[in-house]
């Protein structure tokens, strides 16, 4: 048996197993964070904020109006755990109106005329780079026009299986009505802080024919993700936080493939037998599927498939993020530890390879937390969401917030490798704004 928040049912491998858990009264219709919310997820992070146990299946939601913020914070962000919800959340998107034939295959005239001289990422399937796949960049008439000869040719073509990846839509174009931000995330600090930036954001989209694929990882920063697909199928492999080190190799590097027969010798990957066989989601035409932080994963286009995606941190991954920086920093450290008493400023080339290796170092993680802390004590400050990017979050949400960024930052401010950062050129210093979130703490606890 498996556990699922009020509302949810489970389903099989293959969608044929169904378990339904009654909706009770206590919860509330969608909406922003209330205080019963905030209580349970403080004391959960109070607690040790450790995770639930991985389910044999995934939960499925199958209607917006029986499921609110407050269950997918009971039933899946606190436990980190997945789940699918049905296409009845996204029926209203123009993405799936517009970018879809009656058919339902991708309308590959309506993105010719609304996006054809668009330049966007394009991967090789075929091509094994490290454990990715090597880009170029072409418009999108012409990665279209690829398409529909793969497809004319049997899904076969001399330049391989090629597959659009990390088409940034949102930054890069005059975006029309493609999607509607679903309330279950709209606390996304990572695009809500580099739409302040105005240079970057964690939105996608991703186009390809069937048999397309993206290698073995887990999301940038152990962030969460959602993912939508607007037309098509897809196959999922997850692995919940922790299984993927069985499936390192003799070398201790991960796989690139984890369907490949070479997981199979036991020479090559001596723990593999440790490792359980991952949850296995087919995710449907306009399905979204939550996954979790740290959740490492490896997707399979089923048909020919279209899908919108989002990387996302907050309070309830924050801490994730964290360690994850700490490990990278790591891990920079011991590749050129070598060097350590013979190489000027060292710990600051530490701090620059693990920027150009992670995309972030200590000092822009720190700008990070405090553009949220701002833009959340601002909000306490004038008791409205109206500093708040996306759907008003509330206060409780603003409260839960600074809470969780001051347990974070109070461990950044320790850290033996953030003080050797040079802040003295930082417009609010570290220390200050540790003092001022716990102020605003003592504040919000005794409302």
């Given at each position: 048996?498996c556990?699922?928040?009020?509302?949810?049912?489970?389903?099989?491998?293959?969608?044929?197993?169904?378990?339904?858990?009654?909706?009770?009264?206590?919860?509330?219709?969608?909406?922003?964070?209330?205080?019963?919310?905030?209580?349970?997820?403080?004391?959960?992070f109070?607690?040790g904020?450790?995770?639930?146990?991985?389910?044999?299946?995934?939960?499925?939601?199958?209607?917006?109006?029986?499921?609110?913020?407050?269950?997918?914070?009971r039933?899946?962000?606190?436990?980190?755990?997945?789940?699918?919800?049905?296409?009845?959340?996204?029926?209203?998107?123009?993405?799936?109106?517009?970018?879809?034939?009656?058919?339902?295959?991708?309308?590959?005239?309506?993105?010719?005329?609304?996006?054809?001289?668009?330049?966007?990422?394009?991967?090789?399937?075929?091509?094994?780079?490290?454990?990715?796949?090597?880009?170029e960049?072409?418009?999108?008439?012409?990665?279209?026009?690829?398409w529909?000869?793969?497809?004319?040719?049997?899904?076969?073509?001399?330049?391989g299986?090629?597959?659009?990846?990390?088409?940034?839509?949102?930054?890069?174009?005059?975006?029309?009505?493609?999607?509607?931000?679903?309330?279950?995330?709209?606390?996304?600090?990572?695009?809500?802080f580099?739409?302040?930036?105005?240079?970057?954001d964690?939105?996608?989209?991703?186009?390809?024919?069937?048999?397309?694929?993206?290698?073995?990882?887990?999301?940038?920063?152990?962030?969460?993700?959602?993912?939508?697909?607007?037309?098509?199928?897809k196959k999922?492999?997850?692995?919940?936080?922790?299984?993927?080190?069985?499936?390192?190799?003799?070398?201790?590097?991960?796989?690139?493939?984890?369907?490949s027969?070479?997981?199979?010798?036991?020479?090559?990957?001596?723990?593999?037998?440790?490792?359980?066989?991952?949850?296995?989601?087919?995710?449907?035409?306009?399905?979204?599927?939550?996954?979790?932080?740290?959740?490492?994963?490896?997707?399979?286009?089923?048909?020919?498939?279209?899908?919108v995606?989002?990387?996302?941190?907050?309070g309830?991954?924050?801490?994730?993020?964290w360690?994850?920086?700490?490990?990278?920093?790591?891990?920079?450290?011991?590749?050129?530890?070598?060097?350590?008493?013979?190489?000027?400023?060292?710990?600051?080339?530490?701090?620059?390879?693990?920027?150009?290796?992670?995309g972030?170092?200590?000092?822009?993680?720190?700008?990070?937390?405090?553009?949220?802390?701002?833009?959340?004590?601002?909000?306490?400050?004038e008791?409205?969401?109206?500093a708040?990017?996306?759907?008003?979050?509330?206060?409780?949400?603003?409260?839960?917030?600074?809470g969780?960024?001051?347990?974070?930052?109070?461990?950044?401010?320790?850290?033996?490798?953030?003080?050797?950062?040079?802040?003295?050129?930082?417009?609010?210093?570290?220390?200050?704004?540790l003092?001022?979130?716990?102020?605003?703490?003592?504040?919000?606890?005794?409302?």
């Amino acid at each position: 048996a498996c556990w699922a928040a009020p509302g949810a049912r489970v389903r099989g491998k293959r969608g044929a197993l169904w378990l339904r858990v009654p909706l009770t009264p206590e919860f509330p219709l969608p909406g922003r964070m209330d205080r019963e919310t905030r209580s349970l997820a403080e004391r959960h992070f109070r607690g040790g904020g450790c995770g639930g146990q991985a389910p044999a299946r995934v939960a499925f939601i199958p209607e917006p109006a029986a499921f609110s913020y407050a269950d997918f914070v009971r039933g899946f962000l606190l436990p980190n755990l997945p789940c699918v919800f049905s296409g009845a959340f996204t029926e209203g998107w123009g993405g799936r109106r517009r970018w879809v034939t009656p058919a339902g295959r991708p309308d590959f005239d309506h993105l010719l005329q609304a996006y054809g001289d668009v330049v966007v990422p394009v991967a090789n399937c075929g091509v094994q780079e490290y454990n990715s796949n090597p880009k170029e960049h072409m418009p999108l008439r012409d990665y279209i026009t690829y398409w529909k000869e793969y497809i004319h040719g049997g899904y076969s073509s001399p330049r391989g299986c090629l597959y659009l990846k990390d088409w940034h839509l949102c930054r890069d174009s005059s975006v029309e009505d493609v999607f509607t931000l679903p309330v279950y995330f709209s606390s996304d600090w990572l695009n809500e802080f580099w739409d302040a930036l105005d240079v970057d954001d964690y939105r996608f989209v991703y186009a390809g024919p069937k048999g397309s694929w993206s290698p073995f990882h887990a999301d940038i920063f152990r962030s969460f993700s959602w993912s939508v697909n607007i037309c098509g199928r897809k196959k999922w492999l997850l692995f919940p936080p922790g299984q993927e080190e069985a499936l390192r190799d003799r070398h201790g590097s991960l796989p690139y493939d984890v369907t490949s027969p070479s997981l199979l010798d036991a020479h090559l990957y001596p723990r593999r037998q440790h490792c359980g066989p991952p949850l296995e989601v087919t995710q449907e035409a306009g399905e979204m599927l939550f996954v979790p932080s740290g959740w490492h994963h490896q997707v399979h286009n089923l048909d020919d498939t279209i899908s919108v995606n989002h990387n996302w941190v907050n309070g309830f991954n924050l801490a994730r993020m964290w360690h994850f920086l700490q490990q990278e920093l790591r891990a920079v450290q011991e590749e050129i530890g070598e060097w350590r008493d013979s190489m000027p400023d060292w710990d600051r080339h530490c701090q620059v390879i693990m920027r150009s290796c992670s995309g972030i170092n200590f000092e822009e993680f720190y700008h990070f937390l405090k553009v949220i802390a701002e833009r959340r004590l601002l909000v306490l400050g004038e008791g409205t969401a109206g500093a708040s990017s996306g759907a008003e979050l509330g206060t409780e949400q603003a409260a839960f917030d600074v809470g969780r960024i001051a347990e974070v930052l109070a461990s950044v401010v320790e850290h033996p490798d953030f003080q050797r950062v040079d802040t003295s050129m930082f417009s609010l210093q570290p220390k200050e704004l540790l003092r001022q979130l716990k102020e605003a703490i003592a504040v919000t606890s005794v409302l």
